[in-house]
């Protein structure tokens, strides 16, 4: 029996860029807390927004049915928290190493002399334990399937991951009777209520790969009650096995260390190789034939690295669409009662250490001899207060959910003192949900809910800085699309607001509302997030920022007639491209992560890479618009498996499926043979496809995800680029069978991967492209570059994450934009090396290699929170760099094939690259993109306050132990009013002397932000890698 002080507080509400809602309930003391609801996209920024720390979580359990809208942030989310573990792991086991060093030392100089000296000794030879915390996972079934896909780009060691499935099972109908719960620890005791769709049995209709209803379907007969005891038997095999891959991910012990020996003809290239030296045997990297060549190899052994265990897993048990919806009903323990001072003073106890003790529940013994128990002193104990969490996905939920026998259940009843409910569209209107909350009037009901929620901006920070550069170029941002009415209202046509059939005690619920249940129950809206301050964003540019900015749109008019030719050279130029993400790893306050729209007119809409929030992004941007965005969008290019570049994706097809085809599937299977009748179409009878375009993993990733949710797969047209490490190949068209549940693994397998015909035709009919070129570069096994080129003429290359690539300038030689990822800023080259990145410096140099007529900077470090340092590369540090990379190849680190250290191509002319800097929601056309250099000046100064102390690459640095905190005193340190104005003043002449530089080369019309002087590119060897996520 314990008190505490408890209570539950939302994080986010359905918007359009927070699509779920999930609330905390946390435990004051001790501190502890649990996670419930929808842990959809958004979430974790929403949570970094608020300053939440999401490690504190250790029990997420997920409401509703396993779908992307509930759990699309659960990868992320999971990614961002074991990170920061890890990082603890790390740090304790640095702080051990570096205490036995000093015994070491200690010992071997004989300081043992002073008692000081031995108790340092003693006390750095022992031997910390190292915490090793456990994630615990609570959901419908499928939850583990959904995770288990992802065992091909998500690794981390030393970080157990438990999940739990819940399926329909009623309740005991003896409502004198508490059935024993889920889940219990020393704070709560848990029951989950599964319900079921009133209209449909357990699988989802129709299937996602387009064949018929079967009989059992049709006649509504649950996935169970068609099993057999061997059936039944092959499904308890098929979750051990899904468990081994989630366990695979998290939990295991793999080095990069452990070799395996296999046949060289074996081995999947690229892959580093090694022999063991016949008289040292030593190792060393193979340098020898490797297949496809003139030498037969057919003999010959190879060590290579051991493939981390969830990469040996080819394919996952089948599953399909499951439409389980998991509500709870959570007990807190009981509270014990006020400790009552008088009464104790009055039977002789005296203040002090012994009212502690008996408030605590202990006895104590008075000199008298008389005994005081804690009972004679304390007031009676209480039933903690519990809360019910209804989740509600439509109205054919409704009657299956509230007839449940839990609500009847006395004991189960008794504790709860509050309804959270989670309501999907149109069952906020519902009668019998507005019966059931008459009929328990005295309860506290909160309700969350996209018809009546409003639409209000959850990035705050963001929306300001948006406010921000709009008041620099309001040709270029907008502030993102926000309503003061709920979202669905928001984002649609027709709609019925929901709230006005609530009953009037009903508490709505929104970002921060906070129920507390101990000591008191109390609904309080003071805590709910300030609304955006739009009129003071506006106001807090400083008179040196406004300065700047009209010295930018006095040179715009001066230079007016210059930027017309310019664009007057640009093929399409009303083209539009439209930064949706442009920061890496992580999201954060300022920067989503990876994504950019481009839109072609006449042709379609395309995205380059798509990161967790991409489709929120876009609704921000369009508002109602955005559907029209959708529906035009013709091909996803993802350049890597990295997490931050395209756990977007999966929410995008199925928005675009539900828009383009009503969420009907196909039925008619996708094969290459059909594909070119569809080709051969007339432009108005040919099927609308969604082209993604990427490595063999995304597909497979992708199809099997598919197996948990009709996300559109079967109207997909998945491609595979032409990039190999050998040379080039034709896009190849790659289809998989997405298998029933009675299926065997073995049938969960690729079907075909045929080449697309080579006519022009078909890839411009498919995908509105006239060419589209790819190549591998170095950053992780797999990552492409590539460069797209219209019917006419405009060509758009996108770099993706990676070191400078002469291969890349090649395939975008004469682009119109190159689109290069710009990490870290010339200072941290070193940085840039070691993760495989670019600086803003080398990203400019591949832009004029390639003779592009605009370089577009995105994927920033975020710890660049708002800008990002822009200098060229010094001329003798990109030739000592390529000087480096031509020796290294002796070195056997990549054989000579790989190396991307080919000489520069011949610069015949200065390029004139006019370069641009990316902020999320930036809306730029490419005609207008010279215009943007002209702003560089008001940005920096916009933003050249020292920013706080950023999130690591890899984790939030607030939980990560490895990275020391500021204190106090250096977080409050401003620069002074004369470092300012210095600094200001430092800027400024530099800028002049830049633009006096730039005019004096290329006369009065051209101002560009960086040496206009093209210089060498630094290069480095490609290869292969590792899979990470950073």
Aim: charged share 25%; with cysteine; proline share 7%.
């Amino acid at each position: 029996m314990q008190r505490n002080s408890s209570f539950v507080q939302f994080l986010t509400t359905p918007t359009a860029d927070t699509p779920g809602a999930a609330f905390a309930l946390t435990f004051d003391n001790p501190p502890r807390s649990y996670l419930f609801g929808h842990v959809g996209e958004g979430l974790q920024r929403a949570a970094v927004q608020n300053g939440v720390r999401l490690i504190k979580f250790g029990d997420i359990f997920f409401t509703g049915r396993t779908e992307w809208s509930n759990i699309g942030g659960t990868l992320g989310f999971i990614l961002s928290t074991t990170d920061v573990i890890i990082g603890r792991q790390l740090a304790a086991k640095a702080k051990q190493k570096e205490k036995a060093e000093r015994a070491e030392r200690v010992e071997k100089e004989g300081k043992t002399d002073g008692q000081g000296a031995k108790g340092e000794l003693k006390e750095s030879r022992k031997v910390e334990e190292v915490d090793r915390p456990e994630f615990r996972l609570h959901g419908a079934r499928n939850l583990m399937h959904f995770l288990g896909t992802a065992r091909r780009f998500i690794f981390r060691k030393g970080v157990p991951l438990h999940v739990t499935e819940y399926k329909s099972e009623e309740g005991d109908k003896d409502t004198d009777t508490l059935p024993e719960p889920s889940f219990a620890d020393e704070f709560i005791k848990v029951w989950p209520v599964v319900a079921m769709p009133q209209t449909q049995s357990s699988r989802s209709t129709p299937s996602p790969h387009g064949r018929k209803r079967s009989l059992d379907e049709a006649e509504g007969r649950t996935m169970e009650s068609r099993l057999t005891a061997t059936d039944a038997e092959k499904a308890q095999q098929y979750d051990e096995l899904r468990k081994a891959a989630v366990s695979a991910m998290f939990g295991s012990d793999w080095s990069m260390d452990a070799l395996e020996e296999h046949r060289l003809v074996d081995v999947q290239l690229p892959a580093k190789l090694y022999i063991r030296d016949p008289e040292t045997k030593d190792l060393k990297r193979y340098e020898g034939p490797t297949p496809g060549g003139d030498v037969d190899v057919s003999d010959v052994k190879v060590l290579v690295r051991k493939p981390w265990p969830g990469a040996k897993i080819d394919t996952l048990p089948p599953t399909a669409p499951l439409k389980d919806s998991v509500s709870y009903v959570i007990h807190q323990y009981e509270q014990r009662g006020r400790f009552m001072p008088s009464i104790a003073k009055n039977l002789g106890v005296p203040s002090g250490p012994l009212f502690s003790q008996l408030a605590a529940g202990g006895s104590i013994q008075l000199p008298n001899g008389k005994t005081i128990t804690s009972d004679m002193v304390v007031e009676p104990g209480r039933p903690g207060r519990g809360v019910a969490v209804l989740d509600i996905p439509g109205p054919e939920y409704v009657q299956p959910l509230l007839s449940r026998s839990e609500w009847t259940n006395s004991q189960m009843m008794d504790s709860v003192s509050a309804f959270i409910w989670l309501l999907g569209p149109g069952v906020a209107s519902n009668p019998d949900v507005n019966r059931f909350m008459e009929e328990r009037s005295t309860l506290q009901h909160i309700v969350s809910s996209p018809d009546i929620c409003h639409n209000r901006l959850s990035m705050n920070k963001a929306a300001m800085n948006t406010v921000r550069l709009k008041e620099v170029d309001p040709d270029r941002y907008e502030l993102p699309h926000h309503e003061d009415q709920p979202l669905s209202n928001s984002l649609a046509t027709n709609f019925t607001d929901g709230s006005a059939a609530l009953p009037d005690f009903v508490n709505v619920a929104d970002r921060g509302s906070t129920l507390r249940l101990e000591p008191n129950l109390h609904f309080s809206q003071e805590t709910v997030a300030e609304p955006v301050d739009i009129a003071a964003a506006r106001q807090s540019l400083s008179p040196t920022v406004l300065e700047l900015v009209r010295e930018a749109q006095a040179n715009l008019e001066k230079d007016k007639t210059t930027l017309e030719q310019w664009k007057s050279t640009i093929p399409n130029p009303e083209t539009e491209i439209i930064t949706l993400g442009t920061g890496s790893a992580l999201p954060s306050n300022h920067r989503n992560v990876s994504a950019t729209l481009v839109r072609v007119p006449g042709h379609g809409s395309y995205l380059l890479d798509c990161g967790e929030g991409t489709l929120g992004q876009i609704k921000r941007v369009y508002g109602r618009k955005y559907k029209e965005v959708i529906k035009d969008l013709r091909m996803i290019w993802i350049s890597h498996l990295h997490a931050d570049h395209h756990l977007g994706t999966a929410n995008v097809i199925k928005e675009w499926y539900a828009l383009v085809h009503d969420s009907v599937p196909d039925p008619n299977p996708l094969s290459i043979h059909s594909l070119a009748r569809e080709a051969q179409a007339s432009p108005n009878t040919v099927p609308r496809r969604l082209a993604v375009v990427s490595e063999i993993g995304m597909h497979q990733w992708i199809a099997e995800y598919s197996q948990c949710e009709d996300i559109g797969y079967s109207r997909l047209l998945p491609l595979l680029p032409p990039a190999t490490r050998s040379g080039t190949r034709p896009i190849q068209l790659i289809t998989y069978n997405i298998p029933t549940p009675t299926s065997h693994p073995s049938d969960t397998q690729l079907i075909s991967i045929d080449p697309l015909p080579t006519q022009p035709s078909t890839l411009q009919r498919l995908t509105g492209l006239h060419h589209l070129s790819a190549v591998l570069v170095r950053h992780c096994h797999h990552a492409c570059a590539v460069a797209l080129t219209w019917p006419d003429g405009l060509k758009i290359a996108y770099s993706g994450d990676c070191r400078p690539s002469l291969e890349f300038a090649r395939i975008g030689r004469g682009a119109t934009v190159c689109i290069h990822e710009a990490t870290f800023g010339d200072e941290l080259g070193g940085e840039a090396k070691a993760k495989l990145h670019s600086t803003s410096g080398e990203a400019v140099a591949v832009a004029r290699e390639m003779r592009a007529r605009a370089c577009l900077l995105t994927h920033f470090s975020q710890r660049y929170a708002k800008v990002v340092p822009i200098d060229v590369v010094p001329e003798e540090k990109v030739e000592e760099e390529v000087e480096q990379a031509q020796r290294r190849k002796g070195v056997p680190e990549y054989t000579a094939d790989r190396m991307d250290v080919d000489p520069p191509m011949k610069n015949d002319e200065d390029p004139d690259t006019r370069v641009a800097v990316a902020f999320d929601y930036m809306r730029v056309k490419v005609g207008d993109l010279a215009k943007l250099e002209y702003f560089l000046p008001a940005l920096n100064e916009l933003h050249n306050e020292p920013e706080p102390e950023p999130a690591d690459e890899e984790g939030d640095d607030a939980d990560n132990p490895a990275k020391p905190a500021k204190t106090k005193k250096q977080k409050d340190k401003k620069p002074s009013h004369q470092e300012k104005q210095s600094g200001k003043a430092k800027k400024k002449a530099a800028w002049g002397e830049k633009q006096r530089g730039n005019k004096k080369n290329k006369g009065d019309g051209g101002v560009t932000a960086v040496d206009a002087e093209s210089k060498p590119l630094m290069v480095e060897e490609n290869g292969g890698g590792v899979q990470s996520t950073g």
